[in-house]
T-cell receptor, first 114, second 114 residues
Framework: DQQVKQNSPSLSVQEGRISILNCDYT??????FLWYKKYPAEGPTFLIS?????DKNEDGRFTVFLNKSAKHLSLHIVPSQPGDSAVYFC?????????????FGKGTHLIIQP | ETGVTQSPTHLIKTRGQQVTLRCSSQ?????VSWYQQALGQGPQFIFQ???????GRGNFPPRFSGLQFPNYSSELNVNALELDDSALYLC?????????????FGEGSRLTVL
């Protein structure tokens, strides 16, 4: 059973517009959420994170929103740029779980159209 | 600052064989974790090593084993390879304690089992 779900395998957005990537989770013990970005033939790179005590975290063009009651988070990219074309993974962890690692979603392939 | 490096980048094995994958952690990081990413899936946590001991493990059978060395580099060993072991194996390093959850990934070792 997938505990972190990214229901959109792909998303196409025009350059300059807003990209919104969604992620749902089922495990209410998760208290820290991260987004990773992956280019082909490269490892995932950390993008932005949010603690469950917050509902928003912003870093430049990237903003992550967390809705705990809905067990939903989203990543907003504004404005979208061609270099943003990549696979985006949502990940979660439970900080009290010791070394349990991150639980990842299947990823969303974001394509920025010129 | 040296990033996470993995070797080999690609390898092909046959069913029943054994494989060893290697990882050098980013300088200053003392914790290494391994993830398996099957085609079309997100990375899945295999295990984590801290101070040369396994201190966390995902849902993987015992034929997946590892080592961490005094210089914090690590190996992943898989015995009795099965076709389903074909995947990208990602190594990630971090500093303990993993407060922020941010991992630094290598480019991965792509294993094909025939």
């Amino acid at each position: 059973d997938q505990q972190v779900k990214q229901n959109s395998p792909s998303l196409s957005v025009q350059e300059g517009r807003i990209s919104i990537l969604n992620c749902d989770y089922t495990n209410s013990m998760f208290d820290y959420f991260l987004w990773y970005k992956k280019y082909p033939a490269e490892g995932p790179t950390f993008l932005i994170s949010i603690s469950s005590i917050k509902d928003k975290n912003e870093d430049g063009r990237f903003t992550v929103f967390l809705n705990k009651s809905a067990k939903h988070l989203s990543l907003h990219i504004v404005p979208s740029q061609p270099g943003d074309s990549a696979v985006y993974f949502c990940a979660a962890r439970y900080s009290g779980g010791g070394a349990d690692g991150l639980t990842f979603g299947k990823g969303t392939h974001l394509i920025i159209q010129p | 600052e040296t990033g996470v490096t993995q070797s080999p980048t690609h390898l092909i094995k046959t069913r029943g064989q054994q494989v060893t994958l290697r990882c050098s952690s980013q300088s200053g990081h003392n914790t290494v974790s391994w993830y398996q990413q099957a085609l079309g899936q997100g990375p899945q946590f295999i295990f984590q090593y801290y101070r040369e001991e396994e201190n966390g493990r995902g849902n993987f059978p015992p034929r997946f084993s590892g080592l961490q060395f005094p210089n914090y580099s690590s190996e992943l060993n898989v015995n009795a390879l099965e076709l389903d072991d074909s995947a990208l194996y990602l190594c990630a390093s971090s500093s303990a304690p993993l407060l922020a959850g941010e991992l630094f990934f290598g480019e991965g070792s792509r294993l094909t089992v025939l």
